[in-house]
């Protein structure tokens, strides 16, 4: 039944045949079955995901930004995870950018026609000024979107770093990749349906990556988010009380201190941690990357010089 000359993506999986015979008890083992193959397969390219991170970190402390790319579910997941960076770590939306084929509108409407233009997805990365300082990760499951591809082109003949995300090991675009991570998690449950399995997968790396590449710049503190937008009441409130669990201060003092450091959590937990002015907090961050535990031990050296 299975047919190894499809691609990966493209296989009937043996393990879901005559699925449509089973109660719904069992479809869900079944389902449950296949995703828990995923993790194991993101944990086998943990090496190469590192080094795309590595890239990462480089490019935005060279004040570069990261771009995503894809089409269908994969172009969705890199817009989705673009989106969450500005509020979960206090960025610049313009930081981590998702671009999708077919714009907007294939947010929520499948536009299966846009991925088959490879100049749009360069025109696309032109108009947002994409330069050799920036990084590229093409996200696809069956690795084939020209529009993928044509982009990833572009970005190679400027000198960008590019990666790629892809379920397939013959992928055509790990051909125009820097960073070519496979994610081997073998024919879908459905014949085709790279939502599933597929998209489970480009879901954990990307979170890996921009996850791992905003701790390497000083945005967590420990296991914190400590540079959340305070961009509504919950998010103000959640601001209060972290830095009342960092400094043990009081209710009173923690409204005291987000007042002075203007809603910066870092700031106002080195200003009680370390009884020094709003001013000396932001020099100290700076002087070490965004890090707090940077900056703590920094203050150290500072009072006691060897």
């Known amino acids: 039944m299975k047919n190894t000359s499809l691609p990966t993506t493209e296989q009937r999986n043996p393990l879901s045949y005559r699925i449509d015979t089973k109660s719904t008890m069992e479809i869900l083992e079944i389902i449950n079955s296949e995703d828990r193959k995923v993790p194991l397969a993101v944990h086998e390219r943990l090496s190469e995901i590192a080094a795309l991170v590595d890239d990462v970190v480089s490019s935005f402390l060279a004040g570069g930004r990261l771009f995503y790319i894809g089409a269908g579910t994969s172009g969705r997941l890199g817009v989705l995870d673009a989106s969450e960076c500005p509020p979960t770590f206090g960025v610049s939306p313009s930081m981590v950018q998702g671009i999708i084929a077919g714009g907007e509108r294939a947010l929520t409407t499948a536009i299966e026609s846009a991925e088959d233009d490879p100049e749009a997805g360069v025109e696309e990365l032109k108009q947002r000024s994409f330069s050799e300082k920036d990084v590229l990760v093409g996200i696809t499951a069956s690795g084939q979107a020209p529009y993928v591809i044509g982009a990833m082109s572009y970005a190679q003949s400027i000198r960008a770093k ?61 296991n914190l988010m400590v540079d959340l937008l305070p961009l509504n009441a919950k998010l103000v409130d959640r ?60 203050m150290k050296e500072e009072q006691h010089p060897r």
């Open 239 to 298: 601001s209060k009380r972290l830095i009342r669990e960092v400094t043990g201060c009081t209710i009173e003092e923690s409204e005291e201190l987000y007042t002075v450091s203007e809603g910066n959590i870092r700031v106002a937990m080195l200003i009680f941690i370390l009884d020094v002015n709003a001013h000396k907090a932001r020099e100290l961050l700076s002087k070490s990357g965004g890090s707090m535990n940077r900056a703590l031990d920094l």
């Open 162 to 222: 590019v990666g790629a995300i892809s379920s397939n090991e013959t992928s055509k675009v790990f051909e125009h990749a820097d960073h070519r991570i496979y994610i081997a998690v073998g024919a879908e449950i459905i014949t085709g349906s790279t939502r599933m399995k597929s998209g489970t997968a480009q879901k954990l790396v990307l979170n890996m990556i921009t996850t791992a590449a905003m701790i390497r710049i000083g945005k967590v503190y420990n």
